[in-house]
């Protein structure tokens, strides 16, 4: 299924850019990219953990494919590696609309892999605040969401902190993932990172995770983990 998915994506994509470059003029024939790698190791409460986040597309100055892929691992729990693939149209200066698929290899609630059809928007908020807004259908017929804002704030011209905060709905409660409907599970923290170029900054993150409201009780039933505060440093790579 996700494969199938996956192949209408990338067929979505190039039929997009064949037809932008018989419409538009030579400036729009030129493929870009522009792709952002965080990589870091840290402690938190559940002891050592690592982090994944890869983000990027390539394409046009209209149509675009996005790859993602993020991974979270908590030690004495499972790993939560996610992937999607996302045809994206500019449909404003600053906004993408998006439609594609998620694979989620595991989670930190089960093992089970789960495929999601994904619609989103991701852009550039007023102040700044880079936004990323998704829905999800999973193969089994749940509804979830996900929202996540980030903003530079630059305390010189290469030393920059970037708080953010992101949040994971459901719309019912999804027993083979052990969350219950409303707001399952929150992050906030920042980033601080120093700039060597624009292309390699090593950086220092502080993060607080927490399960809430009914999922947090399940997670507490089944001794799981509930909240984590993790100190970790990284490096960030564009490209």
Not at 205 to 214: D, E, I, P, S, V
Request: aromatic fraction near 16%; proline fraction near 2%; charge should be negative.
């Amino acid at each position: 299924m996700f494969i199938r998915i996956f192949l209408i994506v990338i067929a979505i994509f190039l039929c997009q850019n064949s037809y932008a470059a018989t419409s538009h003029g030579s400036d729009h024939q030129k493929i870009f990219h522009a792709f952002t790698l965080d990589t870091d190791i840290g402690e938190g409460n559940s002891g050592l953990s690592g982090a994944v986040d890869f983000n990027g597309w390539i394409g046009t100055d209209y149509d675009r494919l996005w790859l993602k892929n993020q991974t979270k691992a908590f030690k004495d729990y499972d790993t939560k590696t996610e992937f999607q693939a996302l045809y994206g149209r500019n449909i404003s200066q600053f906004w993408d609309a998006q439609i594609g698929v998620r694979h989620d290899m595991n989670t930190d609630f089960t093992s089970h892999s789960v495929d999601y059809l994904t619609i989103g928007l991701e852009g550039l908020a007023p102040y700044f605040f880079e936004t990323e807004a998704q829905a999800f259908v999973s193969d089994h017929g749940d509804f979830s969401g996900h929202l996540k804002q980030e903003v530079d704030i630059f305390i010189t011209q290469k030393l920059i902190t970037q708080p953010y905060a992101e949040f994971d709905f459901y719309a019912q409660n999804v027993p083979q993932l052990k969350v219950a409907s409303g707001l399952a599970e929150f992050e906030v923290g920042t980033l601080t990172r120093y700039e060597i170029t624009h292309r390699f900054a090593p950086y220092f993150a502080l993060r607080y995770n927490r399960k809430t409201f009914g999922t947090e009780e399940i997670a507490k039933r089944e001794h799981d983990r509930v909240s984590d505060f993790i100190a970790s440093i990284g490096l960030r790579l564009r490209f």
